[in-house]
C-alpha cells in the first residue's frame, strides 16, 4: 500500500532534455561574448539596459521557479512568496550598503535625514559578501519555517493558506514603509555602489551579474528537478494527490511539507539577492502583494508543475510588461488579464503543458 502511494507519477518526465539549462548557460556566455566581440554602437552589441533586462528576467524566472515546486508538485498555492524576494533582497541591500559605506566613509542619504552620526553596528554582519549570502538564505529558512510550521502543523491549506501568505505580505510591505525602521521607510535603500570591489555603474559587472544569474537559474532548475523525480518528488505528489490516505498510512506529511516549503523560501531569497544588485535599489515594492499575484500569474500561464513552463511564463510576461510599460502603461493591467483567461480556458495546463500534450497526440497518432 505505501509503495503504491510513493509511486504516483510526477508530471516531471524522467528522460527530460537538458534543453533550458543548455539554453541559459549559452545566455551566459553570449552576454560577455557579444559586448567582447562587437564594440558599443555595432547593432550586435547589447546596451547596458538590454543587459539588465535579461539579469532581471532571470531573477524573476529563478522567483517562479521556486513557486512552482511547491505549487505544481506539493499543491501549496503561495501569494506571499514576494516576502523570502524581499527578504534576500534586503539582505543583499545591507551588503551594500556596507560595501558603500567603506569606500566612501559616508552614510546612506536616509541614515543622514534619521540624524545618526555612524554606520548601524546591527548592519555591520552584513558586511562580507558570504556571510550575508548565508544570512540571507538562513533568514529566508527560519521566517518560511516559522510559518510554515504553524500552517502545515494545524493543517491548514488550500485557499486559506494562500490567504495567509498574501495577509502577511502586506503586513511586511506596511511595516517596511515605516521610517523609524530604520530600512529606508518609502525611498528604501540606495547609494549602491561596490560588490566584492566592482562597481556596479560599470557595463562589464551588469553583464557578469546577468551571466550569473543565468548560471545559477539553471543550477536550481537542475537541482529542483532532481530533486522532482526522487522519492522525495514522489512522495510531494503523494501529498498533493491524497494527503489525507499518505497522513493515514504514517507519514508526517507536515514534515514533507515544510522540508519543501524552507527550500523554495531559500530560492526566493536566492533571486532576491541577485536582483537588487542589478537594479541598484530595494524598496517595499518588493514584497507588494501585486507582486506575488504576479508570480502565481506566470507560473499558471507557463504551466503549473512542470519547472520549464515556470520560467518559461515568467520570461514572456516579463518581457511583456516591460515592452507594455514602456509604451502603454495603462494597457498592462488589462493585456495581463486577458492573458490570463484565455491561457486558463484555452490551455489549462498553461503554455508548457499544452506544448506537452501536442507532442503526445503526435505520438499517438
Known amino acids: 500500500m505505501q509503495k503504491s502511494v510513493l509511486s504516483l507519477r510526477s508530471p516531471f518526465r524522467p528522460a527530460s532534455r537538458i534543453g533550458l539549462p543548455a539554453l541559459l548557460v549559452c545566455v551566459a ?32 524566472a529563478l522567483l517562479a521557479l521556486a513557486l512552482d ?17 524581499g527578504i534576500g533582497g534586503y539582505v543583499m541591500g545591507f551588503h551594500l550598503l556596507n560595501s558603500a559605506y567603506a569606500d566612501t566613509k559616508v552614510l546612506p542619504d ?29 533568514l529566508a529558512v527560519l521566517v518560511g519555517g516559522v510559518v510554515g510550521l504553524a500552517a502545515f502543523r494545524s493543517r ?34 540606495t547609494g549602491f555602489t561596490l560588490l566584492a570591489g566592482f562597481n556596479l555603474a560599470h557595463e562589464s559587472t551588469q553583464v557578469a551579474l546577468a551571466s550569473l544569474s543565468a548560471v545559477v537559474l539553471a543550477a536550481v532548475f537542475f537541482l529542483l528537478r532532481w530533486l522532482a523525480l526522487s522519492s522525495f518528488g514522489q512522495a510531494m505528489v503523494a501529498v498533493r494527490d491524497d494527503e489525507a490516505r499518505l497522513r493515514f498510512l504514517g507519514f508526517r ?3 514533507i511539507k515544510l522540508a519543501a516549503w524552507c527550500l523554495s523560501a531559500a530560492v526566493a531569497a536566492l533571486a532576491g539577492m541577485l536582483y537588487v544588485p542589478q537594479v541598484g535599489i530595494i524598496n517595499p515594492g518588493i514584497v507588494s ?11 499558471a500561464i507557463g504551466g503549473r508543475g512542470t519547472l520549464t513552463g515556470a520560467v518559461l511564463g515568467a520570461v514572456i510576461l516579463s518581457c511583456l510588461k516591460f515592452w507594455l510599460s ?14 490570463t483567461l484565455l491561457i486558463t480556458v484555452t490551455l489549462q495546463n498553461g503554455l508548457w ?3 506537452q500534450q501536442l507532442r503526445t497526440w503526435k505520438a499517438a497518432s
Open 29 to 60: 556566455l553570449a552576454l560577455p561574448l557579444f559586448n567582447a566581440v562587437f564594440s558599443p554602437g555595432h547593432p550586435l552589441h547589447l546596451s547596458l539596459f538590454v543587459v539588465n533586462l535579461v539579469g532581471q528576467m532571470m531573477c524573476f
Open 69 to 85: 515546486f511547491v505549487w505544481g508538485l506539493l499543491g501549496v498555492l503561495s501569494l506571499g512568496h514576494g516576502i523570502f524576494f
Open 110 to 138: 536616509f541614515m543622514q535625514f534619521m540624524g545618526w552620526s555612524t554606520f548601524p553596528t546591527a548592519l555591520k554582519p552584513f558586511a562580507d559578501l558570504p556571510m550575508a549570502l548565508l544570512l540571507g538564505l538562513v
Open 156 to 189: 491548514i491549506n488550500g485557499v486559506y493558506f494562500s490567504i495567509i501568505t498574501q495577509a502577511l505580505t502586506y503586513a511586511l510591505m506596511l511595516l517596511l514603509f515605516n521610517n523609524d525602521l530604520g530600512l529606508g521607510g518609502n525611498n528604501g535603500l
Open 253 to 255: 506529511t507536515d514534515r
Open 289 to 299: 502583494p501585486t507582486l506575488s499575484v504576479e508570480i502565481a500569474v506566470w507560473v
Open 326 to 339: 514602456a509604451e502603454i502603461p495603462s494597457a498592462w493591467p488589462f493585456v495581463l488579464a486577458g492573458i
Open 353 to 355: 503543458g499544452g506544448v
